[in-house]
């Protein structure tokens, strides 16, 4: 059974910083990309960073550049988003999904991807 377990949401202070995990079984790990995306309420859901397990090339959305960092443990097939200097606008719904992706190219594309299976989603608030 494939199962994509987010976790690490909460509720923090605007300036503070969460870190997000997505677990990953069921499937093989290292052939897919990684992807972390939102959904304000409201808003259409935005992709928010990628990670390739197979060679370890990232892409982050400009909303994350300097602020949140995408990393993998293929070991533990979990990827995490270290979330800094979070700010209102970052309250959402996180989301994680996988794509079959051995060639890497999903990162080349901004993480706009056919992505096979996606989490339940974890909540982040942030307030002012």
């Known amino acids: 059974e494939v199962q994509l377990v987010e976790s690490g949401g909460g509720l923090v202070q605007a300036g503070g910083s969460l870190r997000l995990s997505c677990a990953a079984s069921?499937?093989?790990?290292?052939?897919?990309?990684i992807g972390w995306f939102r959904q304000a309420p409201g808003k259409e859901r935005e992709g928010v960073s990628c990670i390739s397990s197979s060679d370890g090339s990232t892409y982050a959305a400009d909303s994350a550049k300097g602020r949140f960092t995408i990393s993998s443990d293929n070991a533990k097939n979990t990827v995490y988003l270290q979330m800094n200097s979070l700010k209102p606008e970052d309250t959402a719904v996180y989301y994680c999904?996988?794509?079959?992706?051995?060639?890497?190219?999903?990162?080349?594309?901004?993480?706009?991807?056919?992505?096979?299976?996606w989490g339940q989603g974890t909540q982040v608030t942030v307030s002012s």
């Open positions: 069921g499937f093989i790990f290292d052939d897919y990309t």
């Open positions: 999904a996988a794509g079959r992706d051995p060639a890497a190219i999903a990162t080349l594309f901004r993480c706009s991807y056919d992505y096979d299976y």
